[in-house]
């Protein structure tokens, strides 16, 4: 699954998840950008809601966008199988602020027959700026 | 600060920040257990709003969980200084499911001029089982 | 497995592998202190061996110590699947100097069919102060 | 600092600490390839010494790597300061095995006041696989 079929697909994913009452909600404005075998970026505006009470992007939504744009690199190989999470990591290096856009940019760095392994870059998407890296694990057996 | 002067502030701290319209709303339900020196202990219970599509309890939302809680834990020594999140790291042990109360037992390892280092068990509180730990570095110098 | 004959069964294991020539060599000098179902203690002194340029323990050796101790905790539950290092976190809170007499405490937190979830906390056995504490994630299956 | 002038220092800061007597002494095969600002390339091959029981190697050892070529990394921005480990994080996808010629790529991603983020990637020279993924947070203040 690679180019417009995989970015259709994640997409379509997406829709349904922010619809259905649970905590991917917080993702409804999130949209995907591309998407090809392993990969996948998706782009979201920082609004009041994504974030803490100093302004910045909250620590709690970063992993989130982490967890969900690395599953969806995960979805790009196998559609079957979102898999489980077994460790996330996050390194937060800069703050993103209210108004910001930004880049989830996420990569299967490997898939075995019971673990794969992912990690997510967030960027601002107007400076390039590093803002976090989180690395995840899951269980996909 | 400790007991119920500790208890209090928090959970004052909390009704706060979950009505501010930022990304802690998603912890409304949440309730301050105890607190003392250097630890917190808080309790919600899973509803659908913190689930994935497979009915257990969001990555993303137990990753916020940790964040909060710990962040909570350190308030308890410095009620001036949040902090800000340098690392965050989560082991996923066991699923909880809608319905299930949950306890997130934060503690505060080790405080100094720049760095506080923290932790947070989260546990089902019927059962004991282990849900999750997750780790968390702050800046606060 | 507990008790004596853990401990005993871990301190063979130990003598056995730090005199075959592979990296366990590094903890030649380690004890087994006590072990029980789930858990390993284990002591050793830092020598000049241990260290970086600052004398302070070396990182990597810090690390060493958390994968070898928290295997030993698994072997308490099963002798025959050391098992494979999936992800391994370490946060570092204070140094160790040369001549220091450091515990390493570790414990399976969680047992599954196909993965352990491991942590192991390193203190100084005279102040009892945190040096790091280590989280270890294995493949068992 | 860049080019053969990094690689020359670079190289020459590895001779002097793996001649000391300290832990860095296993990295004494270590070669650094290439060194630009805030980039690290360094090969070695797997010999017994750096393996585990089952002729893998070590965890400790991969972990010793990050560690150090990440700190050699940050080095290229500021020859004086070689920081403080704050929190290392390691996921190990592919064993690599006696013999195998690896390289440790090594990268600073971001450099702040107080904080320097590393990330490295260990790699088989031949197949290009990837064996681990090590993240770095040290403090530099």
Same sequence: chains 1, 2, 3, 4.
Avoid: W
């Amino acid at each position: 699954m690679a180019g417009n079929g995989a970015k259709n697909f994640l997409q379509q994913v997406l829709n349904v998840v922010t619809k259905e009452g649970g905590f991917d909600r917080c993702l409804s404005q999130m949209r995907i950008v591309s998407a090809e075998k392993g990969r996948c970026v998706a782009e979201v505006k920082v609004e009041k809601e994504h974030t803490n009470r100093s302004g910045a992007m909250h620590g709690g939504y970063t992993a989130t966008l982490v967890d969900v744009v690395t599953t969806m690199a995960l979805l790009t190989v196998n559609q079957e199988t979102p898999g489980v999470s077994v460790d996330l990591n996050m390194s937060y290096m800069k703050a993103a602020k209210t108004g910001d856009e930004i880049l989830i940019n996420a990569e299967l760095l490997k898939s075995g027959k019971t673990l794969a392994f992912l990690s997510a870059d967030i960027v601002n998407k107007e400076t390039g700026a590093l803002i976090a890296r989180g690395s995840h694990t899951k269980y996909v057996g």
